[in-house]
């Protein structure tokens, strides 16, 4: 499982180094951009990934900020149900206290993230 949400990160990386969003037609447009004209709150993250993996990170900040905060909360989410799942598999479906602890901090990170997600939406709009 590992292995495979690691592939599939390193296949986009690959992909979005060499497909520059703002100027393929390979790349999906933003629906509810088309549909309404506001940007969403993912509007952006993918000149934003671009941008990144070429080493701009002015350049990703100003297209969208909020890019940068979700990434990490992203690959801490996905690390604390990988080590779960491999311990459930592993050993069984006992959990430690400490993988108690992880899924609180998990469960309050994905919180917090949302409600920051729901702002961010409403202050690009304003």
């Not at 037609?25 to 990934?49: E, H, I, M, N, Y």
Request: charged share 15%; hydrophobic share 55%.
């Amino acid at each position: 499982m590992g292995a495979l949400c690691a592939l599939a990160l390193a296949g986009l990386a690959v992909f979005y180094y060499f497909c520059d969003p703002s100027k393929s037609l390979l790349v999906p447009k933003c629906p509810f951009k088309l549909l309404t004209g506001w940007d969403c709150p993912s509007c952006g993250g993918q000149r934003a990934a671009h941008a990144l993996l070429h080493g701009h990170i002015g350049e990703a900040i100003a297209v969208n900020p909020f890019f940068l905060l979700g990434f990490p909360v992203l690959l801490f989410v996905i690390a604390v149900h990988l080590r779960l799942h491999r311990r459930s598999v592993r050993e069984g479906h006992e959990l430690t206290a400490n993988d108690l602890l992880l899924l609180r901090i998990r469960k309050i990170a994905v919180i917090i993230y949302l409600i920051a997600y729901l702002a961010w939406f409403v202050i690009r709009n304003i």
